[in-house]
């Protein structure tokens, strides 16, 4: 099936003259192509030639072959003719118009049968077809379809400002097929843009928005969550376990990247909610924390992780460190036996949901830094330094340190232990920074 939905190609109904289906059936509804008397021998219903040459054509049979065509494509998806919405018909000379109608009487009635617009053509492909049909019809009751004759008549801003109140995935899924004029709405990119800077307008994937994109199908590519981890490691193996870490604990979409070897960061981090930084081998010092400060200005949030917070060659430089956005000043490594969570400075912070116990392992290696000039304190190791805290920014994206390092004791023994809870301060901790706001669009935005 295709993304605009299931395409019906009968073998017993006339082929079509190009590339198009008998009928297509997108989120409930079908959509049945213009339908004429023509057999699947390229013969015509209602056409008589005469022995002299000469040619009679019946509207009334005609009439009858299409709307019975018609039924037995819209069976094949499961419906009849009582499924039908609307329903378009082309008559090539309105002199024929009461004979149509004796003969569409008997299939329909004004109660229960579609709305209907007839209008003359000048000519149909064949010179034998007197009428061709073209049908929208419905596998089900749908809630919106019931929307359908006000939505046609509303102002396009006040549509707008509905649209507004409609669950994304409703729209995209089914609201978008009630009609055609609901189609085009729903397409309008101004309004996606309007869209777009309201819901994103404290992160930072409004800078990834690249032109000439529709603005719609930016949205519905940033509506999910989307996390990065960097890490400056030998391998990558210790970064795909802090990944799996995450994954367990309900963060999917995240990806890694490794930038040892002194690796620039690529120009995309901004499609990103939020980043997880570590790093144990050197990396482009000046150049990540650049970039990680612009990351946070633009309403990303960071998550720091050990040894990042240690000082020297794995600390964050550049405008990062100009702007004391550490939350742990960079005091050195510090390894102590099977070291455990202290103090709950705050104790109802986000971060610390669920948080029950914190063993850092056999070596629980963290920073002997101190707590950074109008940092908050959110929790102590047991001997009372900095375990987890968080920097201000003046309004930008959030920034938390963890004082240990990311990686388990799954794939480094001496690192934490995995049974106890530092995949949920992982994890908590990138759901708390992300800069991630669901807003609606305001009555007087137009």
């Known amino acids: 099936m295709s993304v605009n939905g299931e395409a019906f190609i009968l073998d017993d109904r006339a082929k079509a003259l190009a590339n198009y289906p008998h009928m297509r059936k ?7 192509s213009g339908i004429s008397s023509r057999r699947p021998d390229n013969t015509y219903e209602g056409v008589t030639v005469e022995a002299d040459g000469k040619v009679t054509l019946d509207i009334k049979a005609q009439t009858k072959a299409v709307i019975e065509n ?32 004796q003969t569409y009487n008997n299939y329909f009635n004004a109660d229960t049968g579609p709305t209907r617009t007839t209008v003359a053509v000048h000519q149909l492909p064949n010179p034998n077809l007197l009428i061709e049909i073209k049908s929208y019809d419905m596998t089900e009751t749908k809630m919106e379809t019931t929307l359908l004759s006000p939505l046609e008549y509303l102002p396009f801003e006040v549509f707008h400002i509905i649209l507004n109140y409609i669950e994304d995935q409703d729209i995209e899924s089914s609201f978008q097929y009630v009609s055609q004029t609901v189609y085009h709405s729903c397409q309008d990119d101004s309004f996606w843009k309007l869209k777009s800077r309201e819901k994103f307008q404290t992160s930072p994937k409004l800078k990834s928005y690249n032109h000439p994109q529709p603005w719609k199908d930016f949205y519905f590519e940033n509506i999910k969550e989307k996390y990065l981890i960097i890490a400056s490691e030998n391998g990558i193996e210790k970064i795909l376990d802090v990944q799996m870490t995450l994954k367990v604990q309900g963060i999917q979409n995240v990806e890694i990247l490794n930038i040892n070897g002194y690796k620039r960061l690529p120009e995309n ?53 100009e702007n004391n956005y550490d939350p742990i000043t960079g005091g050195s490594t510090s390894r102590m036996y099977k070291l455990k969570l202290g103090k709950r400075e705050c104790e109802n912070h986000p971060v610390l949901m669920g948080v029950d116990n914190f063993c850092g392992g056999g070596q629980s290696s963290h920073s002997d830094g101190t707590l950074s000039t109008g940092a908050t304190l959110i929790a102590s190791w047991e001997n009372g330094r900095p375990l987890i805290a968080e ?34 301060l992982l994890a908590n901790s990138l759901r708390y920074v992300r800069g991630f706001t669901s807003t609606t669009i305001s009555t007087n935005s137009y």
């Open 26 to 32: 997108a989120n409930g509804l079908l959509f049945v």
């Open 70 to 101: 018609i039924q037995t494509i819209l069976k094949s998806g499961g419906a009849d003719l009582a499924n039908i919405i609307d329903m378009t018909v082309f008559l090539v000379d309105m002199k024929d118009y009461a004979g149509f109608n």
């Open 269 to 321: 981090i901004f499609q990103y909610d939020a980043i997880l930084f570590f790093s144990y081998c050197g990396f482009f010092q000046k150049h990540v924390g650049d970039e990680l400060y612009d990351f946070v200005q633009s309403g990303g949030g960071v998550v720091l992780g050990t040894y990042s917070n240690c000082g020297g060659g794995n600390r964050l430089e550049g405008k990062w460190l």
């Open 391 to 424: 920097t201000p920014t003046n309004g930008a994206g959030k920034i938390v340190s963890l004082n240990f390092y990311p990686p388990s004791d799954r794939i480094e023994s001496e690192s934490w232990t995995h049974t106890s809870d530092g995949a949920k």
